[in-house]
T-cell receptor, first 112, second 115 residues
Framework: GENVEQHPSTLSVQEGDSAVIKCTYS??????FPWYKQELGKRPQLIID?????GEKKDQRIAVTLNKTAKHFSLHITETQPEDSAVYFC???????????FGAGTILRVKS | EPEVTQTPSHQVTQMGQEVILRCVPI?????FYWYRQILGQKVEFLVS????????KSEIFDDQFSVERPDGSNFTLKIRSTKLEDSAMYFC?????????????FGPGTRLTVT
């Protein structure tokens, strides 16, 4: 079945440094990989996503890379700012399904 | 920018009582979902709904749960007889497409507390 492992569970970085969060999956039929940011008490917000026919996607300070062979995808945040502090969840969709499966989340703390 | 809305923001109920959580998905979206998040844990899929019927449901979504689209705008989740372990944040989400993985947009959530 669908399963996604997310690491690390917590990540502390200094403001201006980069942060990388990685997720691995087992189902090769997964074809859509979103990343959500959740601030305390708020809704998960989609920040970037990638489809299986693309290896990398970038949006300003945020990028996602996908390695289909190794079955992992990563979120990269450059020049981190205090407002990047939140919980980040990776997710995946399988085939034509629409059930989003989430990773366990990463608490990112950006220290100023 | 259109958003998914949910009511109420917080619901407190006694064990065994029925609750109905309400959602208004984004107006041109065709797929609707319910997810839940127990405090401090990850978001878990409950059910997806398309064309007035359930398209997929998880093991969590047992006979105590039901969903309905009573009119053209609302999407509801009913829990018939709440248990303590139903206490969680419940998120509604919607997406535009059908056969292609489309982005899912989440509502602000309803915090359900079962006492």
């Amino acid at each position: 079945g669908e399963n996604v492992e997310q690491h690390p569970s917590t990540l502390s970085v200094q403001e201006g440094d980069s942060a990388v969060i990685k997720c691995t999956y087992s189902d090769s039929a997964s074809n859509y990989f979103p990343w959500y940011k959740q601030e305390l008490g708020k809704r998960p917000q989609l920040i970037i996503d990638i489809r299986s026919n693309v290896g990398e996607k970038k949006d300003q300070r945020i990028a996602v890379t996908l390695n289909k062979t190794a079955k992992h995808f990563s979120l990269h945040i450059t020049e981190t700012q205090p407002e990047d502090s939140a919980v980040y969840f990776c997710g995946l969709l399988r085939g034509y399904g629409n059930k989003l499966v989430f990773g366990a989340g990463t608490i990112l703390r950006v220290k100023s | 920018e259109p958003e998914v809305t949910q009511t109420p923001s917080h619901q407190v109920t006694q064990m065994g009582q029925e609750v109905i959580l309400r959602c208004v998905p984004i107006s041109n979206h065709l797929y609707f979902y319910w997810y839940r998040q127990i405090l401090g844990q990850k978001v878990e899929f409950l059910v997806s709904f398309y064309n007035n019927e359930i398209s997929e449901k998880s093991e969590i979504f047992d006979d105590q749960f039901s969903v309905e689209r009573p009119d053209g705008s609302n999407f509801t989740l009913k829990i018939r007889s709440t248990k303590l372990e139903d206490s969680a944040m419940y998120f509604c989400a919607s997406s535009e497409g059908t056969y292609y993985p489309y982005e899912q947009y989440f509502g602000p959530g309803t915090r359900l507390t079962v006492t």
